[in-house]
T-cell receptor
Framework: DAKTTQPTSMDCAEGRAANLPCNHS???????VYWYRQIHSQGPQYIIH???NNETNEMASLIITEDRKSSTLILPHATLRDTAVYYC????????????FGKGTMLLVSP | DTAVSQTPKYLVTQMGNDKSIKCEQN?????MYWYKQDSKKFLKIMFS???????INETVPNRFSPKSPDKAHLNLHINSLELGDSAVYFC????????????FGPGTRLTVL
């Protein structure tokens, strides 16, 4: 079972920031928070991951609360092509830990 | 240049047949995976290989047999196909070190009639 909780769906206007929340209250100290997305009919695409600190890359920013029990993925200027299912996943640091996908959040970006 | 490729993209076959799906990655990664995404869109891990050795088998029926001829390839052979095998199958690869990202292939949509 997935160890994260996400809203089923969210809407965002094109050009606005999309803030996708995720709860992972049982996360342990040796687990990362990963975000992937899946655009319709395509393979999942890596977005970003973090352990404790906030992270930013060319696609998004990841804000992790100090207690690490929740995080927010921020797409600063959403485009229509960002419409996808977004998955928040916790994954162990060591060994051959797997990605366990939950139901994710369906983000619909509208004109 | 495609990082993770799968063939075929679509596969339609009859119940009881045996079929294979091929996966290749040109990223030099050590670890490869097979995932299954069913009609309800749940994406589940099936197998994981590291340097051609099986390291994860998530209680997949024996009819599914992954084969890794070398580090760059992980093929999935399915015997005696059943209706419930209809799904999209994704291959992925990773460098194998903790904290890295998995690269997914485009998927193979298998339809069993």
């Amino acid at each position: 079972d997935a160890k994260t909780t996400q809203p089923t769906s969210m809407d965002c206007a094109e050009g606005r920031a999309a803030n996708l929340p995720c709860n992972h209250s049982t996360i342990s100290g040796n687990e990362y928070v990963y975000w992937y997305r899946q655009i319709h009919s395509q393979g999942p695409q890596y977005i970003i991951h973090g352990l404790k600190n906030n992270e930013t890359n060319e696609m998004a920013s990841l804000i992790i609360t100090e207690d690490r029990k929740s995080s927010t993925l921020i797409l600063p200027h959403a485009t229509l092509r960002d419409t996808a299912v977004y998955y928040c996943i916790v994954r162990g640091i060591s060994g051959y830990s797997t990605l366990t996908f939950g139901k994710g959040t369906m983000l619909l970006v509208s004109p | 240049d495609t990082a993770v490729s799968q063939t075929p993209k679509y596969l339609v076959t009859q119940m009881g047949n045996d079929k294979s799906i091929k996966c290749e990655q040109n990223l030099g990664h050590d670890t490869m995976y097979w995932y299954k995404q069913d009609s309800k869109k749940f994406l589940k891990i099936m197998f994981s290989y590291n340097n051609k050795e099986l390291i994860i088998n998530e209680t997949v029926p024996n009819r599914f047999s992954p084969k890794s001829p070398d580090k760059a390839h992980l093929n999935l052979h399915i015997n005696s196909l059943e209706l419930g095998d209809s799904a999209v199958y994704f291959c992925a690869s990773e460098s194998g070190r903790a904290g890295n990202e998995q690269f997914f292939g485009p998927g193979t949509r298998l339809t069993v009639l």
